[in-house]
């Protein structure tokens, strides 16, 4: 798996990187991984929770909430709301 | 604006294209090593549409031009990206729509990947990057800065299919392993449970 920005997060990112691999492979691809609740949902609490920190310091929470206010459009479009 | 489109053929299936995606940027993937850190911010299912959307910070650390570099100061080096991506089961699609966040008061990078099967076995990667300087000043500047950027962005896209070819054989390889092992343990478990019954 890939390092996380933050080296204090890389454990919990591999453990979670791990299980969201296995959910998506085995259960999303297949039909039966919808839920909002799965197997990885505490592990990425955990992982959030380190990286959010580590966000905060660097000063790209910020950034984020502008692109995040950019990419508005592209939701409406990939997820189906707008033809 | 300057355009950089790219597009290949994996011959992996979609579904396999599509798991391996994910770890694209591991140590398996040799070549990309512009790409220091991933992180997963946010993973959503659509529950309307089962859509999984998922938002990564990509961490990049490239060397930049020295004219460049004096030109946007020296916090290029390390750059972040917000990419977004949507997978749809149904109609087996990855779009991930990526957009700088490191100057982008100054530059404007939007890309947009996308991953559909041609048939059962091959997986087309489509790419199309639109790259704009928006800083005022001489339009000569702002062209070579675009064009500076459009061959990074070929350069990279050459790497990374030559890595991503990589983290598909391996991940091919895992899976089968994985699978023999499972075989492995369900035979002997079966041998121990005739066993048990026969004592």
């Given at each position: 798996m890939s390092q996380s920005l933050a080296k204090q997060c890389n454990e919990v990112k591999e453990r979670y990187d791990t299980c969201f691999l296995k959910w998506y492979s085995e259960k999303y691809l297949r039909g039966?991984?919808?839920?909002?609740?799965?197997?990885?949902s505490e592990l990425f609490k955990e992982y959030s929770q380190c990286l959010k920190v580590a966000l905060k310091e660097r000063g790209i929470d910020k950034l984020l909430e502008e692109a995040r206010e950019d990419n508005k459009e592209n939701d409406a479009v990939y997820l189906g709301r707008k033809k | 604006m300057k355009v950089f489109s790219n597009s290949e053929t994996f011959d992996y299936s979609w579904e396999e294209v599509s798991t391996a995606n994910w770890r694209?940027?591991?140590?398996?993937?040799?070549?990309?090593?512009?790409?220091?850190a991933v992180d997963t911010l946010s993973r959503t299912v659509?529950?309307?549409?089962?859509i999984l959307r998922t938002e990564r910070l990509i961490t990049c650390r490239q060397s930049v031009p020295d004219w460049l570099k004096s030109l946007?100061?020296?916090?290029?080096?390390e750059s972040q990206v917000l990419e977004t991506s949507y997978v749809d089961p149904a109609q087996k699609t990855v779009t991930m729509v990526s957009a700088n966040l490191t100057l982008s008061n100054l530059i404007n990078v939007q890309e947009t990947v996308v991953y559909k099967p041609l048939n059962e076995h091959q997986t087309q990667f489509t790419q199309d990057a639109k790259i704009t300087a928006?800083?005022?000043?001489?339009q000569r500047i702002r062209n070579s800065i675009e064009d500076t950027l459009v061959k990074r962005f070929r350069e990279n896209a050459i790497k990374g299919k030559e890595g991503f070819e990589s983290v598909l054989a391996m991940s091919r390889a895992v899976f089968a392993e994985e699978r023999e092992r499972e075989k492995m343990m369900l035979i002997r478990e079966q041998v121990g449970n005739i066993r048990m019954a026969a004592a």
């Open positions: 039966i991984g919808t839920a909002e609740n799965n197997e990885c | 694209k940027y591991c140590p398996w993937n040799e070549k990309s090593t512009h790409v220091v659509d529950p309307a549409t089962g946007l100061g020296v916090g290029m080096e928006l800083c005022g000043g001489w």
